[in-house]
Structure formats: structure tokens, C-alpha cells
Nanobody
Framework: QVQLVESGGDLVQPGGSLRLSCAAS????????MGWYRQAPGKQRDLVAG???????NYADSVQGRFTISRDNAKKTVYLQMNGLKPEDTAVYYC??????????????WGQGTQVTVSS
């Protein structure tokens, strides 16, 4: 079993910055993709940014140029640096990690979510 612990959500003014962290632990043999999703009230959960094991990153159009995803493989941690925050970025942010717990066993784990609120 793989557990994810997120941190970093907060209330911030428009134009401000936050850094989210997500640490993975448990039965991890290899991590493939690490990503961040967000869900605003009444809306579906959407991909914000994803990062593969070879370092390829992809971003939602709405955050391109403002958000940066990175990972520390030794710490099994993924980060989301969010700059130039806008009220429309307000949502619960979820970490997602996919990988293998063994040669034949895969995992697809979610964090508990961390609230990001952008408001003056």
C-alpha cells in the first residue's frame, strides 16, 4: 500500500505564490508518473500538471507559465510551485502517484487533498 501526504495549501492573495508538497511512502518499487489535480466546488477533478520519470512535464493551459512541477526522486516527493495565483485557482489540490509496488503489482494512489484559496 502506498500513502501520500500533501502539504502547503493556504489562503493567499491574488498574485501571490504557494508551494505544494506531496510525499509518497509505503510499498514502492518504482514511481512512474507524479501529478497534481484540482477540484473546485461543483466541478470535476482536472489535471493541473504531470511529470514522468524521464522528466517530461505537461501543464493545463490555464496554469502554463505560472506553475512548475518538480520531483525529488530520493525523497519520493513531488512539488508544485504556484506563482501569479488567481482567484480561479481556488480549489482542493490532489496529488496522484502511479508506479509499481513489485514486478507485477501496480499502484495508482491519491492524496487527501489540500485547500488552496486565492482571495483578497
Amino acid at each position: 500500500q502506498v500513502q501520500l501526504v500533501e502539504s502547503g495549501g493556504d489562503l493567499v492573495q491574488p498574485g501571490g505564490s504557494l508551494r505544494l508538497s506531496c510525499a509518497a511512502s509505503g510499498s514502492i518499487f518504482i514511481i512512474n508518473t507524479m501529478g497534481w489535480y484540482r477540484q473546485a466546488p461543483g466541478k470535476q477533478r482536472d489535471l493541473v500538471a504531470g511529470l514522468t520519470s524521464d522528466g517530461s512535464a505537461n501543464y493545463a493551459d490555464s496554469v502554463q507559465g505560472r506553475f512548475t512541477i518538480s520531483r525529488d526522486n530520493a525523497k519520493k516527493t513531488v512539488y508544485l510551485q504556484m506563482n501569479g495565483l488567481k482567484p480561479e485557482d481556488t480549489a482542493v489540490y490532489y496529488c496522484n502517484v502511479k508506479g509499481r509496488s513489485g514486478i507485477l503489482r501496480t499502484f495508482d494512489s491519491w492524496g487527501q487533498g489540500t485547500q488552496v484559496t486565492v482571495s483578497s
